[in-house]
């Protein structure tokens, strides 16, 4: 489906973003931009003020601070809001490939809790939440205090399995997924800068639902590019768990088979047998390939907390929801948002944000006894880079379906075609959002 510029926008508005707002993907100005934090994704209902009540917010990502941020703006002062996070910063896993590219760094993709601290009166707590127990409504943290709460949000993210024949501590050393940015992200730059031209970039892609769909895809494609120019000779080879390229096939398959042909080989249903870490090979169902550089992603599930505190009932792997508040369905008066949770929707940082937004409207009515909104909507957009200097994006629009108690997708779209343009707002759509969570 080829949109322009403005049926973008539009699309975008459709999720309950003013046309104001979306335009702000595409406007230059950081006022603009700004705009889109007045954004409702619940699809214009309004949260009542004057809700009271301890609201204990576990986990400082995309999901989990957006979440802080808007229950602030929209639930009132009278809320007594914490988040409790490990981190004293959050690095975005958003633009990271960019790392490996050295178009950007780590320290330029991280973020603080500085506005949550002094604009929106949140009691930030640099700890780890080691436990929960539903019945006394408390969390216990690493620094041997207790928290006290009527609603619990948890955001814990993901957790990656070890793959047969590598162990969870081979990602942090030897064979990193950086599918989490930070330190593994700086080795796998490293490795490639050190892999000799000529060499081979393999890289996995586990079984779908992963975080982010579009990325794997687009770290290939950034890779070949800089390998192109700085290892000739060099190759990148795909081993994809699924069927098919899982978003954006018109952008991707033109990348694989024209822009990057002779240096991306894409082999799908390649489902990971084992690692042979002696001769460098990885093992497939569909085939063995010798590597210089392995950059596994692993398949993943709900992080530690969500499975300690009994909240993963989808799959053995995701926490369940009622997508009207995002409180669980296995532990009343807790809540999931973001990567962990199983739902219609995919695992991303812009819908982590949307998804914050319905929840920032449901607590208030839920402590103060009035009815949820019944028809929220969620959008989804992303950019990604094709080359170092050209884009693609993708965006979904989600209504809630009261037969199936589920998000379905409204519509969705991609670019028309790949352009620089299109690099050039994804920068502007990444501040945009950014601004919206952290400032």
Known sequence: MALSRRNFVQLLGAAGISAAASAAFFDESAANAARYAEGDVSNGSRTPRGASGRVVIVGGGMAG????????????????????????????????????????????????YAALRNTYGVNVVTAEALGVNPTAQTVTLSNGSTLGYDRLVVAPGIVFDALPGLTVGDYDTTYPHAWQAGAQTTLLRNQLMSMPSGGTFVMTIPPAPYRCPPGPYERACLVADWLKKNKPGSRVVVLDANPKIMAEPIAFTEAFTSIHAGVIRYVPNAVIDHVDKANSTVVTTAE????????????????????????????????????????????????????????????????????????????????????????????????????????????????????????????????????????????????????????
């Open 65 to 112: 601070t957006s979440a802080a941020r808007y229950l602030r703006r929209w639930g009132g002062s009278g809320l007594t809001l914490t988040l409790v996070e490990r981190n004293t910063a959050y690095t975005s896993n958003i633009m990271s490939n960019g790392v490996l590219t050295g178009q950007t760094t780590i320290p330029s993709l991280q973020y603080s």
């Open 288 to 439: 063995s390939v010798r590597f210089d550089v392995f950059n596994p992603i692993p398949p993943h599930r709900a992080g530690a907390l969500a499975q300690s505190a009994g909240l993963v009932n989808v799959g053995g792997r995701w926490a369940g929801v009622d997508v009207l508040s995002y409180e669980s369905s296995a532990v009343p008066r807790i809540h999931v948002l973001g990567d962990a949770i199983g739902t219609t929707m995919p695992k991303s940082g812009h819908i982590a944000n949307a998804q914050a937004k319905v929840l920032a409207d449901a607590i208030p009515k839920l402590l103060t006894g009035q009815a949820l909104n019944p028809a929220p909507a969620t959008s989804s957009a992303c950019y990604s880079p094709i080359t170092m200097t050209t884009a693609s994006w993708l965006t979904g629009v989600f209504h809630y379906d009261p037969a199936t108690r589920t998000m379905l997708v409204k519509s969705i779209a991609e670019a028309p075609s790949i352009s620089a343009s299109n690099y050039q707002d994804m920068s502007k759509w990444f501040t945009g959002l950014m601004q919206d969570t952290f400032a």
